[in-house]
């Protein structure tokens, strides 16, 4: 059976959320985009649902009509709790905020030794630092957690309820940090069995088909009442998934304000000393690393016109003779894991030119670097890299880094987080299809 229609994937950013409509062959029919404003925390929500709705409507009335699957991404570890009507009990809390720190004991009293969990931005980290908010107490005794007013929900999953209408369902690449057991599929025993205030949420596989849209949100939206929500993602993986890569050794660098490393491998590594752990992807890991280094290093020293300028005037075939080692500040976490590891950027050559190589020399050298480790550590062997983010564009850099890398170095077949998210709604879709044997999966 052959998947028809319009699938719609929608991406929930930092600053701002867009769509992309593709058809069945994954050609773009349109996109829309939508900045978020300067709400106060308590107001983050209410714009979230917002921007949702608007954003579905800014995509053409035709296209929205032939929408047969829609999928929607967040950034990874933003979540709410909300009562059993969805609404919102206090303002979400953002992937970046440490406050879990605070909690950080109870989360390594129960969990693993090294398990991702343990950080102060994981979702179980801001659980449990919602756990202590909460004004009554916890029953002494264990209570079913389907039996919880509250639910606990990651961003992606709180917004897709308000299309399909069935709270607290969330996928395992969302679910990840928050301690689910995303190889044998489960919740583990040493969280299942926590007397938790709020009901966790009931996991999916990432793009599987949870429900058609709501009768009375298809009319609003103009979107057929047959249109599927699919489950989401998280916006890393997002990007992964539009990126092209799909065999084992294939591998994403994103070379935005940092550095980031994501290759597909046979096998999971996780190793919390590096900040390395591994999403599923069907029947195989993404493995992941993340370095200090980046965009946000140039951008200290030069201008988006001088990156251009000065790149023309490097011969990406000669090795540069300054050993950089470029941090804004004190402090690496892959592939050199020392949070006293001071920035190198001396000597300091007259030349810009020789300067901006020296800096991607060094960037280069530690991208090589933190895929030697992913495979030391057991992963499968890089075979190749698409790149995505800011540095994607430019070609010396991408020269010098294939170099050092020893393999093919090409841009992303496509750069959008929300293209990706398009890509899981037309598998979700064309999987309900299989899975029913036949047109309608109604």
């Known amino acids: 059976m052959t998947a028809t ?13 867009r769509a992309i409509a593709i058809t069945a062959d994954r050609q773009i029919q349109a996109t829309a985009s939508l900045k978020f ?42 979540v709410l709790i909300c009562d059993a009507q969805g609404h919102p009990l206090d303002a979400p809390i953002l992937y970046n905020d440490a406050r879990g720190a605070a909690v950080l004991s109870q989360v390594r009293a129960i969990a693993p030794a090294q398990h991702t969990v343990i950080s102060a931005t994981s979702s179980l980290a801001k659980l449990f630092w919602w756990q202590e908010q909460v004004p009554s107490p916890v029953p002494a005794s264990p209570v079913p957690a389907s039996t919880m007013p509250a639910y606990f929900l990651h961003q992606a999953d709180w917004l897709a309820f308000w299309l399909h209408g069935k709270l607290g369902v969330s996928d395992y690449h969302n679910a990840l940090k928050l301690g689910y057991d995303v190889e044998a599929l489960c919740y583990p025993d040493w969280l299942a069995t926590q007397n938790l205030p709020f009901r966790l949420p009931e996991v999916r596989v990432p793009g599987e088909a949870i429900a058609p849209i709501l009768p009375q949100i298809a009319t609003q939206l103009a979107l057929p009442p047959s249109c599927l929500i699919c489950a989401g993602t998280t916006d890393s993986i997002a990007a992964f998934l539009a990126s092209g890569a799909q065999s084992p050794g294939t591998a994403v660098t994103s070379l935005g304000s940092t550095l980031v490393l994501k290759l597909l491998s046979k096998t999971r590594v996780d190793d919390a000393r590096y900040g390395i752990y591994s999403h599923r992807l069907g029947d195989l890991w993404l493995v992941g690393g993340a370095s200090n280094t980046g965009g946000a290093v140039l951008r200290q020293f030069f201008s988006d016109a001088d990156l251009a300028s000065l790149s023309l005037q490097i011969d990406p075939a000669q090795e540069s003779q300054l050993d950089y080692y470029p941090l804004l500040q ?20 007259a030349n810009p030119a020789e300067f901006l190589q020296g800096l991607l020399a060094g960037m280069a050298r530690i991208e090589a670097e933190g895929y030697e480790l992913l495979q030391a550590l057991g ?25 050092h890398l020893q393999v093919p170095v090409t841009a992303s077949t496509q750069a959008e987080a929300a293209y990706g998210t398009a890509l899981l709604a037309l598998q979700g879709y064309s999987a309900a299809l299989v899975k029913l044997g036949c047109s309608s999966v109604l």
């Open 379 to 403: 992963a499968t062997p890089l075979a190749q890299v698409y790149t995505a983010g800011g540095g994607a564009q430019n070609e010396v850099w991408r020269e010098m880094r294939s170099r």
């Open 5 to 17: 229609g319009i699938f719609l994937g929608i991406d929930f950013g930092t600053s701002g959320a």
């Open 330 to 349: 004190p402090g690496e976490r892959f592939p050199i894991n020392d949070p006293h590891l001071l920035p190198r950027l001396e000597p300091r050559p």
């Open 37 to 78: 404003d300067q709400s106060p925390a308590s107001a983050w929500a209410a714009m979230w649902k917002q921007t949702l709705f608007e954003l579905i409507q800014q995509i053409p009335i035709a296209l929205r009509q032939e929408a047969s699957a829609i999928a929607i991404n967040g950034t990874s570890s933003t």
